[in-house]
Nanobody, 122 residues
Framework: QLQLVESGGGLGQPGGSLRLSCAAS????????IGWFRQAPGKEREGVSC????????NYADSVKGRFTISRDNVKNTAYLQLNSLKPEDTAVYYC???????????????WGQGTQVTVSS
């Protein structure tokens, strides 16, 4: 059974940190770029970050650049998103997606995770 399962969400303090994980089962993540997306209430889903299949190329939305770090461990079949210097506007459901392009997040998504809630509040 194919699955992408996000975890690590929860309540974070402004200025604090959270680490999200995206674990795959039923398929190997090696062949796919991984994108992280988020959707806040009443807003459209937006791309947050992307990492190529090898991990050699990463990119970030301007709103998170310098605060979030994407990484992956293909041996563990898992990708990560480290969220630092959290802001209330980071509150959203965060999703990971396996993209069919190994080089960048093309938008041709092979599989979506179910999402994990991140709430930033004091």
């Amino acid at each position: 059974q194919l699955q992408l399962v996000e975890s690590g969400g929860g309540l974070g303090q402004p200025g604090g940190s959270l680490r999200l994980s995206c674990a795959a089962s039923g398929f190997k993540l090696d062949y796919y770029s991984i994108g992280w997306f988020r959707q806040a209430p009443g807003k459209e889903r937006e791309g947050v970050s992307c990492i190529s299949s090898s991990g050699g190329t990463t990119n970030y939305a301007d709103s998170v650049k310098g605060r979030f770090t994407i990484s992956r461990d293909n041996v563990k079949n898992t990708a990560y998103l480290q969220l630092n210097s959290l802001k209330p506007e980071d509150t959203a459901v965060y999703y990971c997606a396996a993209d069919r392009s190994p080089l960048y997040c093309s938008g041709d998504v092979y599989y979506w995770g179910q999402g994990t809630q991140v709430t930033v509040s004091s």
